[in-house]
């Protein structure tokens, strides 16, 4: 699909790294109780979306202690790309093949400008989850659900939760509420078949030669000619905290309590004492979900 973005995060990897292997910045941050261990070595990287590559910078800057490491995370990031290909494969008509000759076919694919799927990318997404990673990691959530690994116990003063809800899960709802308005009425809020686009200048796009600047995603992201890739349904966020602390996020923040009264998304927690789900309803107000924490 055509979208006008900025620059990749290759450039924000590299400073973040570059940053927190500074032995100064590791000091200063020591002297505030945030000690980095010295056999930690922060490495940029890029995840190549189209091909599911990952790419990574300053290899030359790394001690050389840390040569053996290095290989087994190569090696480690090799193996998930090879198995997130051959997972995407048959969404993308390429079943079958060599672990060499997919990547291959997916290289030639997210090269070709005639192509007009070379990925689904985040169709299909449904969820966001701020809890420990052991809640998921046994389920196969078929890459729809944006994950993120979350411990309530080492956010004492909420300042991780914060960050989470106001800035990822913001994020989230915006993809997910252009997948939602893009596929139940593509024709004033999607932007109409990709292959007639034609770019404006910077500031958008034109189905055609005319009419007015489209929004929103292209039918070919949404269906793939015989059904929808996408199931226009509403963000579920499902955080593992108490209730205090994430209402103490919502008062706080009234663009994110904004989404969450107003419905833009479905906003459930995981009590760590009962282990049980309930639904968001209003400040206070929580309302059991039957069974469904249970599965969880």
């Known amino acids: ?3 006008l973005r900025g620059h990749s995060g290759e450039a924000n990897a590299r400073v973040a790294a570059a940053v927190l292997n ?4 590791r000091a200063g941050l020591a002297a505030q109780g945030l000690t980095i261990p010295k056999d930690t070595w922060f490495v940029p990287g890029l995840h190549d979306t189209t091909t599911d590559e990952v790419r990574l910078f300053d290899l030359d800057q790394i001690p ?3 040569s053996e490491d290095l290989l087994l995370l190569q090696r480690w990031l090799n193996q998930a790309s090879q198995l997130t290909r051959q997972e995407r494969a048959p969404g993308l008509g390429l079943a079958g093949h060599d672990a060499a000759t997919l990547l291959k076919a997916i290289t030639q694919r997210s090269r070709d400008w005639s192509q007009i799927r070379p990925e689904w990318g985040l169709a299909g997404n449904t969820a966001f989850i701020a809890a420990p990673r052991q ?3 046994h389920f196969e959530l078929n890459g729809r659900v944006f994950l993120h690994n979350y411990d309530y116990r080492q956010d004492a003063d909420t300042a991780i939760l914060s960050l989470i809800m106001s800035a990822p899960m913001v994020v989230a709802s915006w993809i997910n509420l252009q997948y939602y308005a893009s596929t139940v009425d593509n024709r004033r809020f999607g932007s109409g078949n990709k292959a007639l686009h034609n770019v404006v200048g910077t500031i958008g796009i034109l189905e055609g030669n005319g009419g007015d600047l489209r929004s929103g995603l292209p039918w070919q992201s949404l269906h793939d000619g015989k059904t929808l890739r996408h199931e226009p349904v509403r963000l579920t966020v499902v955080i593992e905290a108490p209730a205090e602390m994430i209402e103490q996020v919502l008062a706080n923040h009234a663009e994110v309590r904004q989404l969450v009264d107003n419905h833009w998304l479905h906003l459930t927690r995981i009590d760590p ?5 309930y639904r968001y309803l209003k400040p206070q107000h929580w309302q059991a979900v039957t069974d469904f924490g249970k599965e969880i």
Do not use: I
């Open 1 to 3: 699909m055509w979208r």
């Open 22 to 25: 500074d032995r100064e910045v």
């Open 64 to 66: 050389h202690c840390f």
């Open 135 to 137: 809640r998921t990691y």
């Open 273 to 277: 004492l009962d282990n049980r789900c």
